[in-house]
Nanobody
Framework: EVLVVESGGALVQPGESLRLSCVAS????????MSWVRQAAEKEREFVSE???????KYSDSVKDRFTTSSEKSRHQWYLQMNSLKPEDTAVYYC??????????WGQGTRVSVSS
């Protein structure tokens, strides 16, 4: 079983930055998408960003130009750098490894709150 663990969530003020981390272990996969997904209170889950094993990226319109996803493949770690945070970014952020026929693996989430 693959264990995915997110960390880095916190309470911050509007305009501040946070970096979320995600680690997956064991992670023997060579073809995958690693996504960040968030869920605000009483709302559906929302796609935030994606990075593939070959390093291509995708972002939602609501976060592009503010958020950046990156990875340390050798350490099976992924990151979401979030700048210029807004109150509407408040949510639980999940890291999800989509590994094709091997399945999808989700973490338990880390909470980000943006409030003055």
């Amino acid at each position: 079983e693959v264990l995915v663990v997110e960390s880095g969530g916190a309470l911050v003020q509007p305009g501040e930055s946070l970096r979320l981390s995600c680690v997956a272990s064991p992670f023997p996969f060579t073809n995958y998408y690693m996504s960040w997904v968030r869920q605000a209170a009483e709302k559906e889950r929302e796609f935030v960003s994606e990075i593939t094993n070959v390093g291509t990226f995708k972002y939602s319109d609501s976060v592009k130009d503010r958020f950046t996803t990156s990875s340390e493949k050798s350490r099976h770690q992924w990151y979401l750098q979030m700048n210029s945070l807004k109150p509407e970014d408040t949510a639980v952020y999940y890291c999800a490894a989509e590994c094709g026929s091997w399945g999808d693996f989700w973490g338990q989430g880390t909470r980000v709150s943006v409030s003055s």
